[in-house]
């Protein structure tokens, strides 16, 4: 969007019954962080801090231990691509720590932080402006979507 | 997502930005989520009415930004069968997403489908 926020469209190649009984591949695809999710929205996230003196899921887990909550993040997981150009491109996920159960992952945000420029990842115009913001949702929106 | 080419960026249905997120979270542990966000975020939210809280997000690269995203939490509408299926069947969750869209666009309301709803928002 102009912004700079977008709606990230995930769709698996093929169902799990596609890949051969006990074989590496059908196990990656029945662990893959979202072959658990129903259709529809899956996540959602705000900016994350990768190079924060103190980590962030450190930050977080002590806001939310002094607010008497149970609830806690993961450490941040690193990530990154390599893109058609040959840029490699590296940010860091701050998860919350029970983010990978079939409900309630989109009950809390996670954090996304570029630890390469974000321009390389986000490319903006001078007129616009990043956003905090960005989400994860699953297939069948995607042909919804389209249709509109 | 780069934003170029601006085809990336300009949409048919006058998309322009996201406005909110929705959460909704039964009343049961509407207080627990609250304070969770809270903690997340940072800062207290407003409250708009009993059972309906709001953040107002911050976008950086803008000191003073004409508008914020908001980050809602709501309590599912007695009268709305989508939502109270929503949380019936995954408890505290996002279940609508707000998008700003140009008002010569003539989208009014929301639309639903069968995993989600997209809010309108005419600017």
């Known amino acids: ?148 | 997502m780069p934003t170029r080419p601006t085809s990336n960026t300009e949409h048919p249905n006058g998309a322009l930005s996201i406005a909110h997120l929705r959460v909704l979270a039964p009343p049961s542990v509407f207080v627990g989520v609250a304070t969770e966000l809270a903690a997340i975020v940072g800062e207290p939210p407003i409250e708009v009415s009993e059972g309906e809280l709001v953040w107002l997000l911050d976008l950086p690269g803008q000191l003073t930004p004409k508008w914020h995203p908001q980050l809602l939490l709501c309590e599912p509408d007695v009268d709305d069968e989508d939502e109270l299926r929503f949380v019936q069947t995954h408890g505290a969750g996002l279940f609508e997403i707000g998008v700003r869209v140009d008002e010569r666009s003539g989208k009014r309301r929301w639309s639903d489908t069968p995993f989600g709803r997209v809010a309108w928002i005419p600017v």
């Open chain 1, 1 to 148: 969007m102009p912004d700079g926020a977008y709606l990230e469209l995930i769709s698996f190649t093929h169902p799990e019954s596609h890949y051969p009984p006990s074989s590496p591949s059908r196990d990656a695809r029945r662990h893959q962080q979202w072959a658990n999710k129903e259709c529809g929205w899956v996540a959602y996230a705000f900016l994350g801090a990768p190079r924060a003196t103190q980590p962030l899921f450190a930050l977080l887990n002590e806001r939310l231990s002094g607010a008497g909550s149970n609830t806690r993040y993961a450490p941040e997981d690193a990530g990154g691509r390599t893109r058609s150009d040959g840029v490699e491109i590296q940010w860091e996920i701050t998860p919350p720590a029970r983010w990978a159960e079939k409900e309630g992952g989109t009950r809390l945000p996670f954090f996304c932080g570029d630890v390469t420029p974000r321009d390389l990842r986000v490319r903006m115009s001078s007129a616009s402006a990043t956003t905090t913001t960005f989400f994860g949702l699953r297939t069948r929106w995607l042909a919804w979507f389209s249709s509109r």
